[in-house]
């Protein structure tokens, strides 16, 4: 059994440095097409800062237990770094790298005034307390409040962690601080300075951009058929969201398996099933597997998950003409190529899953200025940025002649890079 759980591990880890890697390769090309020189890809194909801590916390059992965290930041040339927090079994060092490259490519392409960061713990929320996974938040801050802070590095949730884990980080922070610091934080609740609208923030940019790509194909939203990859915090939403839009969504998934149904799932009953991590399909028998789920008919496809799940193996065989990555590096390079030139469209995840970091930016802002926003005007601010985010990504992949992921990463890498060329870095 053990020797089973570490091949596993070791076959996680080694997709996890294929991506690591691949970031590497595209933000190598993107500097290329930019015209900088051979240092500006030194300095950012790696992140400035690595922290990584132990966390010792004294579980209900009376015993203490010492957990891993990371902390990464991969560049400040532009300002200060931003970026989730997640709880999760298989976090690990390359990943977390992997996804603070990543957030700043998604700030620079919805054109925020950060650098990329995240963060993660080695942890399963799902078999903890409360009270423990409160001590653990709270042990978290102490080990990095050091490097993090509202001008320095903000956090923010991301897979498994929520409002109530940024309330325990934040109310730690200003202790330690010794003064109320809303601003270390976002995805807050809202009484303690969250923003209308965060909540569902990723899943209303995922629509926004769906509805832009199916405009820009032809393809009628209404009764076009969905797959949902994932019914957590984003796939939920979203399967709200264009249920509302009159979309028939197929398919949905969970950690467990899959349902698949042509005609269309009941989506409100199974989000009244879901539990609070995303579960649903163990409550139903003659379920399908993730892996058979992605290959099978639809029109538009929403990886909502996790990583590496679109790979040269399945590429050949997705049947949705439109990709949307709802998750962080759900499709391999390999894939974005062959799936590219079968003439499938992808909406690549540093720009269709960045309504998050969007709103958790105008979070910031007002708790920065102590006036707080209307639901209405952070929808309609965050629809605007969204879409002029996306236009720029279509007219440089056009303007290149370069997939969606290339020229979502020369739109995202370039104020990073404009930035640390100017501050004279590279
Ligand atoms: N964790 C989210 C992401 O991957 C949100 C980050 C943020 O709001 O700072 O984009």
Partial sequence: MEAVKEHIQAKGEQAQLDLFQSTQKIIKEAVGYLGYSDGMYELLKEPIRMLTVRIPIRMDNGKTKVFTGYRAQHNDAVGPTKGGVRFHPEVNETEVKALSMWMSLKAGIVDLPYGGGKGGIICDPRVMSLGEIERLSRGYV????????PTKDIPAPDVFTNAQIMAWMMDEYSHIREFDSPGFITGKPLVLGGSHGRETATAKGVTICIEEAARKTGLELKDARIIIQGFGNAGSFLAKFLKEKGARIVGISDAHGALYNVGGLDIDYLLERRDRFGSVTNLFHNRISNKELLEKECDILVPAAIANQLTADNAANIQASIIVEAANGPTTWEATEILSKRGILIIPDVLASAGGVTVSYFEWVQNNQGFY?????????????????????????????????LASYIVGIRKTAEAAHFRGWA
């Fill in 142 to 149: 102490r080990a990095i409040s050091q490097i993090v802070g």
């Fill in 373 to 405: 926003w209307t639901k209405e005007e952070v929808t309609d601010r965050m629809r605007d940025v969204l879409i002029t985010s996306m236009n720029k990504v279509f007219a440089t992949a056009e303007k290149h002649q370069v997939n969606m992921r």
